[in-house]
C-alpha cells in the first residue's frame, strides 16, 4: 500500500526497490523518530501523530521518484507536501528553522541506514533521487515555515494589540476620575481599579514573552465527536452518485476518531464538486481512505488538466481561482479549497494538493485520529 500524495492505487508497478521501500516505511520511521526525540529538544514531548506530520506521505512520493518510469521526478514535484510540513510545524510545534533541516536530514540517514540494513542497494541514480527530494523539501518546508510564523506572529500581535486596549481605557479613565475627586474612597476604589487592569496588562505582556507558538482567531469552532470516518464518506458517496451520477471509486477503510463530522462532511462534499467540475467528464472520482501512525489521510483524485505549479498555493486563498477555473463558466475555488484547509487546521492537520498531467489531481486531508488535543491549536490567518 502507498500513502503517497498522488492517491497511487497501482504500488504493485513500481520497481522491486520502490516496493521495498514501502515494505520497510514502518521500521525507516522507527529509527527516525528515535533519533529525532534523541536529537531535538522541541520533539521531546510532541505526540506521535503531530511528529510523523506530512512525512509518510512525503516517504511515499520518494519511493514512487526512484521507479524510472513513474511519473514523478521528485518527492515534492507539482505538490504541496513539503510547504504543508513546514506550516504544521510553525502552527503546531515550537520548532525553528534548524529543527526542520535536521529532521529531513535525519530522515535521509535513516532511509539509507535501514535500507542498508536490509541489503538494498540503490543505484546511482535512485540516491540521486532522494537526495534531491530531500533538499528541495528543505527549502520548502523552511520557507513555509518562516512565512507561516511571520502570519501568526503578526496575527498575534494584533489580537494582543486589540485586548490590551480594553484594560488600559479602564485604567485611564480611573486615573482621570482620581484627578477630578477629592473623596477619598473613590480614590481608593479607582486606584484598585488601575492596579487591577495594570495587572491584566501585565499577565498579557508576560504571555507575549513565554509562548511561541500563538493562538489564532481564525480556527473554526468544532464540534467534535467520535464516528466511523467509513460512514461519513458512504453517506457522502451516496449523495454524489444521486448528484452526478455513478462515477465515484471509493477505498475503504474503517477508522473510529473524534472530529468534527459538519466540518468534515462539507470539506469532502468542497473536494468531490472540485473534482465533478474541473475533472475529466469520462473518468472516474475517486475517494480514498488511509490510516497511519496515529493520522487519518481522506484524499479525492481526479484526471484532467492539472493546476499549473504557480497556481497550487493561490487557491487555497479566499476569493482566489486557478485560471483555469476563472476561464470555465463553472464557479468554484473561491470559497470551498480555503474552507477546506482551515478544516484541516482546526482539526490539528494540512490539506495538499498533488497535481500534474500524468497523475491526476489529488487533494489529501491529513489529520490526526483525534483531534481533540489539537482543537485550540493556531491556524494559519486568511487574507484581508
Not at 30 to 57: C, D, F, Y
Not at 90 to 115: F, K, M
Request: proline share 5%; aromatic share 6%.
Amino acid at each position: 500500500m502507498t500513502f503517497a500524495s498522488d492517491q497511487n492505487s497501482t504500488p504493485e508497478k513500481l520497481s522491486a526497490t520502490s516496493r521495498k521501500m514501502l515494505e520497510l516505511r514502518n521500521e525507516v520511521f522507527s529509527e527516525w523518530e528515535k533519533r529525532i526525540r534523541a536529537s531535538i529538544k522541541q520533539a521531546g514531548t510532541l505526540m506521535h501523530p503531530i511528529l510523523v506530520n506530512t512525512l509518510p506521505t512525503f516517504y511515499d512520493n520518494i519511493a514512487e521518484a526512484i521507479t524510472p518510469e513513474y511519473p514523478r521526478t521528485s518527492a515534492v514535484d507539482t505538490t504541496t507536501i513539503a510547504t504543508e510540513h513546514g506550516g504544521e510545524r510553525a502552527r503546531l510545534t515550537d520548532y525553528d528553522p534548524q529543527a526542520i533541516i535536521h529532521e529531513y536530514q535525519t530522515l535521509r540517514w535513516s532511509i539509507l541506514d535501514v535500507l542498508a540494513r536490509h541489503g538494498v542497494r540503490l543505484q546511482e541514480d535512485e540516491l540521486l533521487t532522494i537526495n534531491v527530494s530531500i533538499e528541495k523539501a528543505i527549502r520548502e518546508a523552511v520557507t513555509a515555515f518562516s512565512v507561516a510564523f511571520l502570519a501568526l506572529r503578526e496575527q498575534f500581535m494584533a489580537t494582543l494589540t486589540h485586548d490590551l486596549r480594553n484594560p488600559l481605557a479602564t485604567a485611564t479613565m480611573s486615573a482621570e476620575l482620581i484627578a477630578r475627586t477629592t473623596d477619598s474612597s473613590e480614590i481608593k476604589n479607582w486606584a484598585e481599579r488601575i492596579i487591577e487592569n495594570n495587572d491584566r496588562m501585565d499577565r498579557m505582556i508576560r504571555d507575549l514573552l513565554d509562548t511561541v507558538v500563538f493562538q489564532g482567531s481564525g480556527r473554526l469552532q468544532l464540534d467534535l465527536s467520535s464516528f466511523d470516518i467509513l460512514d461519513l464518506v458512504t453517506e457522502v458517496e451516496k449523495h454524489s452518485v444521486t448528484a452526478y451520477g455513478p462515477r465515484f471509486h471509493v477505498t475503504r477503510a474503517s477508522v473510529l476518531g473524534w472530529w468534527s463530522r459538519e466540518a468534515m462532511k462539507r470539506a469532502l462534499e468542497n473536494l468531490i464538486g472540485n473534482a465533478i467540475k474541473y475533472g475529466s467528464a469520462d473518468r472516474p472520482v475517486s475517494i480514498k481512505i488511509d490510516r497511519i501512525d496515529g493520522r487519518l489521510l481522506v484524499s479525492v483524485h481526479n484526471e484532467g488538466n492539472p493546476i499549473p505549479p504557480e497556481e497550487l498555493e493561490d487557491i487555497f486563498q479566499i476569493f482566489q481561482r486557478a485560471k483555469a477555473a476563472k476561464e470555465s463558466r463553472n464557479l468554484g475555488w473561491g470559497i470551498g479549497l480555503p474552507y477546506v484547509r482551515r478544516v484541516a487546521e482546526s482539526h490539528g492537520g494540512s490539506v495538499t494538493v498533488d497535481s500534474s498531467a500524468e497523475r491526476g489531481t489529488t487533494f489529501l486531508i491529513d489529520v490526526p485520529i483525534d483531534a481533540r488535543p489539537f482543537q485550540n491549536m493556531p491556524t494559519l490567518p486568511g487574507p484581508n
